[in-house]
């Protein structure tokens, strides 16, 4: 039996299986790409703004486009004037916008791993009523076709069912701990940073604007401030 005769086996029901079994592939192939722990959470980050801050050369600008781990932290930077609590809140509050992203698309895989084992179920009780209406019948003999295309219904949507969800739940998963993976990682990136500034004698020494925008002498009268903003120098008379 091919796919094509298995498709018709299996009946109506198999639409559905087919359209889960698309939608799983789909996720989990994104998921694959996307929840990629060096793309999220590269090693070294903390480190590097650390030094970064001690220089007075960090660029929030860059920081954030650098990865989701750096605008996390570039969101804690923000506030390091405000006190150490600021800082941890803004940091949670960010770690937060990004694990969620992170689980983008698991609940629905979840869901598909859930219900296509009671769809391949519900195939098996209909097949299984119509190999028994045809045999209340008293003419299953003449019938063997009917007979075999019920049971037939029976045992290949509930394969179908189990094929999609054992992979499904499978891949949900190992997503769930990989998001715990580079939670942790983000937690001690971001807790080195933290630790760092509680300690950092310093006056912290920020900047917003792109790197080619905020390079000193290129805007001619202009100089950065503090806090990374560009103010007006003022010419000596």
């Not at 996720?27 to 793309?39: C, D, K, M, V």
């Not at 992170?102 to 859930?114: D, K, V, Y």
């Amino acid at each position: 039996m091919d796919m094509m005769d298995a498709l018709i086996a299996g009946g109506w029901l198999m639409v559905p299986l087919l359209g889960c079994s698309l939608v799983a592939t789909v996720i989990i192939i994104e998921r694959l790409w996307t929840l990629r722990a060096r793309r999220i959470a590269p090693y070294g980050l903390g480190q590097e703004v650390c030094q970064l801050v001690a220089r007075g050369q960090v660029n929030l600008y860059w920081l954030e486009g650098h990865s989701p781990l750096g605008g996390v932290l570039a969101a804690g930077l923000r506030n390091a004037r405000l006190g150490h609590e600021q800082v941890r809140a803004r940091l949670q509050e960010a770690a937060t916008a990004v694990i969620h992203d992170m689980e983008r698309f698991l609940s629905p895989l979840g869901t598909i791993a859930a219900i296509t084992p009671l769809i391949g179920l519900l195939g098996t009780v209909v097949g299984m009523i119509e190999v028994f209406a045809v045999i209340v019948t008293g003419d299953g003999a003449s019938r063997t076709a009917d007979l075999a295309g019920g049971i037939s219904r029976a045992l290949v949507t509930t394969a179908a069912g189990l094929t999609v969800a054992i992979p499904s739940l499978m891949f949900h998963r190992y997503f769930q701990r990989r998001v715990e993976d580079i939670t942790v990682r983000m937690e001690e990136q971001a807790g080195q940073v933290v630790e760092y500034l509680a300690h950092y004698p310093g006056e912290l020494v920020l900047a917003e604007r792109h790197a080619d925008e905020s390079r000193l002498g290129q805007r001619g009268d202009d100089e950065l401030e503090a806090d990374g903003r560009i103010a007006p120098r003022v010419k000596q008379p």
